[in-house]
């Protein structure tokens, strides 16, 4: 059972940037896709980004030009590079892939 564990959350200012990092206790070269889901409070979870194995990856429109998504297979470690936060992107977010979700870590953009 692999395992996936979030980093790099916090509180941030509007226009600031945070780097989430979701590592895996096993191997992540043979999940085809990994991705970030996003949950705020009274709203269904999204899909934020996900990287595909291929090299492929797709966003919600609401973060294109913003986010960036990214894995090191060596590492076993996926990250979301976040820009030009904003308030409406204060949410718990989580990563995973093939079935295997992490605990979520909260993302808090506030002056």
């Known amino acids: 059972q692999v395992q996936l564990v979030e980093s790099g959350g916090g509180l941030v200012q509007p226009g600031g940037s945070l780097r989430l990092s979701c590592a895996a206790s096993?191997?992540?070269?043979?999940?085809?896709?990994l991705g970030w889901y996003r949950q705020a409070p009274g709203k269904q979870r999204e899909a934020v980004a996900v990287?595909?194995?291929?090299?492929?990856?797709a966003y919600a429109e609401s973060v294109k030009g913003r986010f960036t998504i990214s894995r090191d297979n060596a590492k076993n470690t996926v990250y979301l590079q976040m820009n030009s936060l904003k308030p409406e992107d204060t949410a718990v977010y989580l990563c995973a892939g093939d079935g295997h979700w992490g605990q979520g870590i909260q993302v808090t953009v506030s002056s």
């Open positions: 096993g191997s992540i070269s043979s999940m085809y896709a």
């Open positions: 990287a595909t194995s291929d090299g492929d990856t």
